[in-house]
């Protein structure tokens, strides 16, 4: 084969050519779009490039999952069926990894099943800033595959020492504390955690930390916000107690429903994601550490 | 185990619990609701009764498909992991048949790719009128597992006969002959197909067949209708040559969009479908055939 026919191939839908296209540049590869046609019925039939190299990396960033990862079940079978021997899937976003246990019995292990699921099509699995709480790391998550997961937590930290240097971080639960204290550190913020007590999926009790924030520059820090409900709840709190603003820093814009609104209407000023999910409020790009991954990942297999 | 949880038991979605207990009723089986809650950010979580028998039959029809099948991937894994050994899935309406070849280079062939997923998943599925081209068998399409294909032609033809007993049955396309041909040899219908010529999903050319259809009471009789542009065109063409009426018989009543409403205004009368695709236009409850089949399956695997 010819250099160029090993050159690894980036393949992307067409609804996330624009960060597909920056993961390129970053990792100086090829990108082709998947040709995705919906039937009248509702089935869908993808369309790969007819020639692929080895390696192939398949970008898809897993929120709003159940119809995409139906695709990747298409797309990873038909992608080995025309050539490809090593399969990589950059998910910006891993959907399914806060169901990690049956809270009550009879419950799916959703993130068990779904991580099997990836990790029987997959090769690698690069993801950014995936929400474990009861299992230690990706690995388990993803059994028998080269699982890496990344943090947006320097580049965000950067983000906030550049636009509210004597920020202080707050985590809108204690899940978040470990990830809090490392974005804190790398700029040397002050920081805390709130306590959180859910109702439901929309129902929330948040209590504040016991440290002073009057006067304070707040910026509410958390891996993913859905219903926004949990940093909407602790902001009005923070500005009730006297902070002086309140802004949102997250990695995953999910952003269900109203989230937006709910969160502006909750007096928080400004809202700052990463581009892991495509969303107007995205402004720090995960694109150069994604490429450094899988620059990594490569030079590790190539060396085999 | 006692006799009771030797019992095979059907699990259901709350959207199929009529037909469900329609066919629990004709097998002689309990019935058991999945409980399905869907979070904000579209991930879904399934609750299945804590203790399963050995034997589970899971009844779900696959029109529009994509997220039911990644249900059942969560569905089948738990039910599994609570007990179950041997899984039956009763899906009515089997979707993804009908993309059995890649019609262009590099396209994924889903029927293969589909039917080997839920054959990993199911050690028995039994469906009804599968649309099968290029394959001769159900077996082709769900490699290794026990594949049952029942027909609706028999019933079908037993209600035109009741309310169209002089009826001329014609199928539209060529691929319907051998199923149009069983429906009307049990009750002696003249038959003929149409030739159809396909542009798109919404564009199709009928040509008639060559037999006299004057005065003739027409019934169209299908497997499965979905834009309804074809039955709707055919429909149009045999009022223009002078057909009495037009009457419409399908297995799978999928009636995408506006399906229906274009059927009738093509001068359509009665449109009969059976309930293997829930829809205001169920005439046949195909509950019976099915309860054989999964009768016949059970002692086969009780006898090994």
């Known amino acids: 084969m010819s250099a160029k026919t090993n050159a690894p191939l980036l393949l992307c839908f067409d609804d996330e050519l624009p960060s597909a296209r920056r993961l390129a540049q970053a990792a ?24 692929l190299p080895a390696q192939v990396v398949i970008l898809r960033s897993l929120n709003d999952p159940n119809e995409k990862l139906l695709e990747l079940l298409l797309l990873a079978q038909t992608a080995r069926s025309l050539g490809a021997r090593h399969l990589t899937l950059v998910a910006p976003y891993l959907a399914y990894m806060r169901q990690d246990i049956a809270f009550l019995p009879g419950e799916a292990i ?23 709480h009861r299992v230690a790391t990706l690995q388990q998550a993803l059994p028998a595959t080269d699982a890496v997961a990344l943090s947006a937590a320097p580049l965000l930290s950067d983000w906030i020492a550049a636009h509210r240097p004597q920020a202080l971080l707050i985590g809108p639960d204690e899940e978040a504390a470990q990830w809090v204290a490392m974005a804190a550190a790398r700029h ?37 916000v859905s219903t926004g409900h949990t940093v909407a709840r602790a902001a009005q709190q923070l500005l009730a107690a006297g902070a002086a603003s309140v802004d949102v820093a997250v990695t995953h814009a999910l952003f269900s429903g109203d989230a937006l609104q709910l969160m502006q209407s909750a007096g928080i000023g400004e809202i700052w994601s990463t581009d892991c999910i495509a969303h107007q409020s995205n402004v720090v790009s995960m694109a150069g550490t994604l490429a450094a991954a899988l620059t990594h990942l490569q030079d590790r297999i190539f060396s085999i």
Chains 1, 2 share one sequence.
């Not at 100086?28 to 020639?51: Q, S, Y």
């Not at 002050?190 to 910026?219: E, F, I, N, T, Y």
């Open 188 to 224: 040397g913020f002050d920081h805390a955690v709130c306590h959180k007590l859910r109702h439901g999926d929309r129902s929330v009790v948040v209590a504040l930390p016991a440290l002073a924030v009057r006067g304070r520059q707040v910026v509410l820090l958390d891996d993913v």
């Open 28 to 51: 100086n590869m090829a990108v082709a779009p998947i040709e995705r046609h919906r039937f009248p019925d509702g089935e869908i039939k993808l369309r790969l490039p007819t020639t």
């Open 110 to 132: 959703s993130q068990r099943i779904v991580g099997s699921f990836l990790a029987g099509l997959f090769d690698a699995v690069i993801t950014v800033d995936p929400h474990l």
